[in-house]
Each structure stands twice: as C-alpha cells, then as structure tokens.
C-alpha cells in the first residue's frame, strides 16, 4: 500500500503530534511546579496514537490504557477538559473523578481507559460481542502495552476472539517497557506478534515512530478486520523517551538505547518528510508549533479555572 494518500494527511497528523507533544510537557511542567498530579505521559510515541486512531472509522470503538492521552487527543477529545480531569475539576470529562488513568469519552467512542494492566483486553471481546449482537458496524480497537501481552488476559483474550470471531483491533503499542522493567526481563519473545500468531489470527508489526507507516498498517489490519469480522493484531514498535510517570529520573534506563530511540524522534521525522516534499517551510512549521502551544495554554488556564466538585456531588453516578 501507498505511504501516505493525500498530502493534507501528513500535515494534519504532524499537527496532532505537535498537540499531543505540547500537552504532555504542560502536565510535565505542571507537575514539577506543583500544580498538576503527574501522569504516565506518552512522549516519544506520539506517532503510535495518530496514526492508528486515524485509521479508524467514527462507528469504531476505542478501549486503551493508562498512556491514552494521545488515542484520545487524536480522537478529537478537548485538552482543556482532559486537563481539567486531570486536575480533579468539574469540567472534565468524567467530571473530576476518572484523573489522567480512566477518562472515557462516550462521545467520540472511547469507551474505556483503564490502569488495570490488561483490563482493556478483558474487556475488548464482550464489547464486540455486543457490537455484533446489536448489529452495528463499528470494529473495536483495543490499545495496550507490551507488559500486558505478557499477562494472562491478553492470551485469554484473544482465545476468546478468535474462537468467536469478534471484530477486535488488537493494536499492542510495544514502548520497550513495562513500569520500570525492560521488555526483555520480562518477555519470552522479542515480539508480540509471535503470540498472536499461535491464536490463528493475522498479525502485523510496524515502525511506530514513523506516522505514516502506522497509519497505513492500521488502516490495512483494520480492514481485515471489517472484512473478516474476525479479530487481528497489530504490533507497533517504539518507546517511551521519558520516565514510566511523573516524574522519574529514569536512572534505570540505559543511555546509548534511550538516545538512539530520541535521534528517530517521531515528531522530527514527520517534519523532515514535511520539509523535503516542500509541503511545508520552516517558518510555516514554526507558526504552526506556536499555534499549538497557544491552544494548550489555553487549555491549562480552562482546568485551572475550573471549581472542584462540591461535596454534596460526591455521591452522585454511583451505582449500587
Ligand atoms: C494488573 C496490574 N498490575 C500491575 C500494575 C502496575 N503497573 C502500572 S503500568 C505497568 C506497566 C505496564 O506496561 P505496559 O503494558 O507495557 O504499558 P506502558 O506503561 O509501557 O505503556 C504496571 C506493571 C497495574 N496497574 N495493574
Ligand atoms: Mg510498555
């Protein structure tokens, strides 16, 4: 399959990596002021998110993980409401009770973010399940790390799937790292795929810091996916350059492997093919990242304008 379809494309997704880039360093940095909680940021997989996320259809169903701000930035969800949960306010998307690890947004269809390693995938057939019984169109992608493919719900998962043929999207973001380990302490593979591969299903693996690549390989297991009704799994390879949370001085990482990953920064990347095919200038480029940074700011001064939940709201959306 061709790159990238339309040039429109690439600038669009760069712009969404520049978004996604500039909201993490605001909770960064909010953080390390005081005047944020510090989350698992997804800096240095930024390309993972846009590419797979725009490969989907607006019917298809998202469930992801604790690194969700870039599926959900990507998605179209609103940085200030996604700081504002972040920050415990009322204006966020759950309100103020979810913080950075459970916002879901019925909206645009992400069903689930959770920090239960391996929830998503627990989850991901029962909501095929319901998309088929419901008769609806939309497949579920299910986003997730490397450390919970080497849980036991990511194998009962996809046994369940391919048994029932459920429309999943199996999209394993393989950062190299699970908390503070390293993928290799804990894997027995090198790749995930070769797991998927033992359940019958079609497998694939891509660059993840080059935007364009994952956008078509998640376009092309999407559509085995749609055609077949049957699940697939997509394994896309990168890293996280910062810490697991915030903050971490990632003393445990080692230096030449670290560096290596950021000289392939996936932002970088997109903006040299950017600059080379002349779709764009420096000068360009340079409004276009100072556009985004306004808008983040603005982001931040939304949240931290927004009340906290009164008391008397604590007991409200509790199911008993
Ligand atoms: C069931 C469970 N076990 C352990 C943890 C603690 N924990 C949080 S994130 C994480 C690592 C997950 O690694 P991976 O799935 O590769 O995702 P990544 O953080 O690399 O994006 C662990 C062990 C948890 N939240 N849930
Ligand atoms: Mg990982």
Not at 11 to 30: F, H, M, P, S
Request: hydrophobic content about 45%; overall charge negative.
């Amino acid at each position: 399959m061709n790159a990238i379809h339309h040039e429109t494309d690439l600038l669009k997704l760069y712009e969404q990596l520049l978004l996604i880039r500039a909201y993490e360093n605001a909770i960064v940095n909010g953080s390390a002021a005081g005047r944020m909680p510090g989350t698992c940021t997804s800096v240095g997989q930024e390309a993972a998110a846009v590419g797979a996320i725009n490969a989907l259809r607006a019917e298809d169903l998202i469930l992801t993980n604790h690194r969700s701000a870039g599926h959900l930035l990507a998605r179209g969800a609103d940085p200030g409401r996604m700081l504002a949960e972040v920050m415990g306010r009322r204006d966020g998307y759950c309100k103020g009770r979810s913080g950075s690890l459970h916002i879901s947004v019925k909206a645009l269809g992400v069903v689930l973010t959770t920090t239960i390693v391996g929830g998503e995938l627990s989850l991901a057939p029962g909501v095929a399940l319901a998309q088929r019984m419901h008769n609806r169109p939309g497949i579920v992608a299910c986003f997730f790390g490397d450390g919970a493919a080497c849980e036991g719900s990511f194998h009962e998962s996809l046994n369940l799937a391919a048994l029932w043929n459920l429309p999943v999207l199996y999209i394993c973001e393989n950062n190299q790292w699970q908390a503070f380990v390293h993928r290799r302490e804990a894997m027995s593979r090198e790749q995930v795929t070769d797991w998927g591969a033992g359940y019958g299903i079609p497998v694939s693996s891509v660059d993840g810091n080059d935007v364009g690549a994952v956008l078509d390989a998640t376009r092309q297991a999407a559509a085995q996916v749609r055609e077949s009704g049957r699940p697939a799994l997509l394994e896309v390879l990168t890293y996280r350059t910062r810490g697991h949370l915030e903050p971490d001085d990632q003393g445990y990482v080692d230096k030449a492997e670290l560096a290596a990953w950021l000289a392939r920064d996936p932002i970088a990347l997109c903006r040299d093919r950017l600059l080379a095919k002349g779709r764009i200038t420096d000068s360009e480029a340079a409004a276009l990242a100072a556009r985004v940074d306004a808008r983040i700011a603005a982001a931040v001064a939304f949240a931290e304008a927004s009340p906290y939940p009164s008391v008397e709201e604590l007991t409200l959306d509790v199911y008993a």
